[in-house]
């Protein structure tokens, strides 16, 4: 990058907030994929004029910018595949600047942690439920741009379901409000509903106003044990429409546990063929127990061997002990795993598993799966050797039959963790030329000069 | 309009799918309200391909084009303002498609009434919460494109909360398919979320899925009774904040319980100076008392006078009989009400509606509010001489003032009847001229030639 460009940061943002040492650049070099791309300059905004100012400039010099929160995605959006800067919210634009427990929102700057909005709200009695599995340490702005999930999806959505207000800049540094903090709003066209998932790629978000709830007094977990995943997978979905409302219903398949006895020493049940997880909730103690019976009558309809209900803290601790500890415990079936969340109607599940178990067979590769069944989201791992590029090639090819097979089911190529880098070459499994040219449109509307996180998505060139 | 233009419609879909006669060019020239535009012609589509031909053949005529539905819409959206064709999607494209109920997802065609559905859904158990005031009569695409909403919103939710997916044709005739039949999707830009409440000025909804969610067992009506309409918007926000969540929480001045008991001879307790009338459910009754219970102890301790509970379905319908009759009773305040749906954050609406009925007091005019407080959008109508030029004009002055006060407190235009033509002069108060820019960079993104439903929203031309 031109000195001069570097020059012009410094003057309007401070030497202490320009990176262009090279231990720097590394250091914003990746992200949760491991892939590097190193930037030309690392910038810190101190607030949303500073971002105003650094695109207007950009744009005009057509340099790319990425923004960035924690860097802990899974697809790449962080990564600057094409050099130029990273916008790095973390630093300064990372204050919670209200929780209006009036009307139940909270103000939040993007470089924000998810976990510390979360204990900001249940402070005042108070719920944001999105909490994807980088709760501890992904920002909300990352959040928003990929449209985080998370386990409590099945009962209370995912980041777009909170989403009431936005504040962005445009690549040409118009500063935009998009929605209010009201319940209903239909004046103008739904801006923050375009923003959210759009990683990144339209305008950088500055501000971000979200939704809380009540918290729910009485909470219980549960665990239902299935001699297959068939039988786990008809649950799923014949217990929701049932009427069942879970908080969260994770799946771990026998993979799964096999994993997670050898490599953590769990203790879970003998022959199990997959477990359903997940928790309850309500505001008086009868809605625990209706939701728990309605799930005991439907799993144990469905084969379920046993089902199991944590009635305390400690023993609802340890099914999700199990849970949480799923990807770790996998490395055993191979030391690279090819992770996609992929996601089908939930009454797809038990065809989706079994023809995915095949795909693996055919390569020769152990596919332990678990996730969100509840929603319909699920984990599926590709585990191969990672130093042998001939079983990771072959590997690529069991994820591309896995899109194909998701996609002709109706489901899509990722539930919750975006598309970036990792799953750009499938987007054309998904969507057809003239959707693909849409996105484009969209695109060229917000950034006609492609500054804004270019080399992302798919989106045609 | 041209001659030939008509011979190619009828070639394409049959004489008996397009009108040009003036009595049918009258019956399709005006909507809820009571403005008149007429059409060159009205067309009824079979399906999604005649859709497609007749906008690729307007695009390549620049000849305007109307999406019409039940034309029930409170500010002109379906009002053909320059000419050009009504797309007229009751008449063939109101089937309900499916109903998944393993998935709990419905499929309907944009014609399809509202409450057709609502009852489809709650013949197998299911329920569509979205009900605007218009259920009987307005459609589903209609609802989809002013993102309707309705009375369950303060629990429930709006129509933009259940779109799933929808299909839709392009001015240019491309056929895309957003969204998908599963709870997380965030594979590409969100094109529904931009879809939604776009008022048909982006593309041609031709099929939309929609989520449908497990009837709840039990419902109660409650009724609270206030000194004041303070005390009573004081109530409204501070009950939720402690952790209601009602379905309905509804709201009447007194105004309009005295328009209720002079016209309609309802039957309303002594000295009322405000309602709130709404519903409570849950899958266990103790849910249901617990929602009472809160509602009940937050009413009283910000002034309630009684807190009534209809205890069974007789009680019930007497409370809503008054809420669903507060529309028509309040003529007798002046031959035209002015009608506004504002929104605002919750905690705002005692300051809000003071402020309003000053505005009122100053020009002279009785301003009876009722609706749906739960959600903060409330309607505001400013009643005046339908006849008296001079007045008419006075209310419009009056209105205008009440749009700048709500924005001013965080509020918008409208939380669920739209821009339209009627509220359209008003967009420059809430949006600056940089949020109008970007709307009109994303109309010519999707319409380039400006054909779909033009002239309305505000859009700058």
Redesign the interface.
């Known amino acids: 990058m031109d000195a001069k460009h570097i020059l012009f940061f410094e003057e309007l943002l401070g030497k202490e907030n320009v990176y262009s040492d090279k231990a720097h650049l590394i250091a914003y070099s990746y992200d949760a994929t491991r892939t590097r791309f190193e930037p030309d300059a690392v910038l810190f905004p101190r607030n949303e004029e500073d971002i105003s100012r650094i695109l207007v400039y950009c744009n005009a010099h057509h340099i790319s910018i990425t923004p960035r929160g924690a860097g802990s995605g899974f697809t790449g959006g962080a990564l600057p595949v094409q050099g130029g800067i990273i916008l790095a919210l973390e630093k300064h634009m990372n204050k919670i600047l209200e929780i ?6 909270a103000v939040v700057q993007p470089g924000v942690i998810n976990m510390d909005l979360q204990k900001a709200a249940e402070a005042v ?1 108070l719920f944001y439920p999105p909490d994807p599995a980088s709760e501890s340490y992904s920002t909300l702005g990352g959040n928003v741009s ?2 985080a ?1 998370g386990m409590r ?2 009962k209370y ?2 980041t ?2 909170y989403v009431m207000a936005l504040r962005a800049v ?1 690549p040409n540094g ?5 929605g ?12 923050a ?2 923003l ?3 990683e990144g790629t ?1 305008a950088v978000l500055s501000e971000i106003t979200l939704k809380l709830l ?1 918290k729910p007094k009485f909470t219980k977990g549960y665990m239902g044990i299935f001699p297959s995943v068939e039988d786990a997978m008809n649950a799923v ?2 217990s ?4 069942a ?1 879970p908080v969260a219903m994770e799946f771990l398949d026998s993979l799964v546990v096999a994993a997670l006895k050898k490599k953590l020493g769990v203790v879970l049940p003998e022959d199990a063929g997959a477990l359903l997880i997940g928790d309850v909730d ?6 625990v ?3 728990l019976k309605i799930l005991e009558e439907s799993f144990r309809a469905n084969g379920a061997q046993d089902f199991v209900i944590a009635a305390d803290a400690a023993q609802r601790d340890k099914l999700w002990y199990a849970r949480r500890n799923a990807s770790p415990s996998i490395t055993i079936y191979g030391s690279k795993k090819l992770n996609e969340d992929i ?5 797809k599940l038990p065809e989706a598993l079994s023809r995915i178990y095949a795909i693996g067979e055919k390569y020769g590769f152990k596919v332990p799966c678990f996730g ?1 069944a509840g ?3 699920i984990h599926v791992n590709v585990m191969v050797d990672g130093s042998n590029p001939k079983e990771l090639e072959q590997g690529h090819h069991a994820i591309e039959e896995i899109f194909e097979l998701v996609v002709e089911m ?10 970036g880098t990792s ?1 750009a070459p499938f ?1 054309s499994i ?2 057809n030329p ?2 693909l ?3 484009k ?6 950034d006609p000069n492609n500054i804004l996180n270019p080399g992302k ?1 798919g989106l045609p060139e």
Not at 282 to 287: A, D, F, I, L, Q
């Open positions: 209006d427990m009036e009307n139940m929102v009695g990929e449209n999930g999806a099945a959505g995912i777009k379901d445009r118009d500063i935009i409000r998009a209010k903090r009201t319940i209903k709003d239909v004046a103008g066209y739904n801006i509903g375009i959210i998932a759009s339209l009540p979905f014949k929701l429409a049932a009427g409302n309500g505001n008086v103690s009868e809605e127990e209706f939701q996601s089908v109607p939930r009454s969100h929603d319909g989201n109706g489901g899509t190529l990722s539930g919750e963790h975006g598309i799953k987007m998904a969507f003239l959707e040219q849409l996105f449109d969209i695109k060229k509307a917000f998505m």
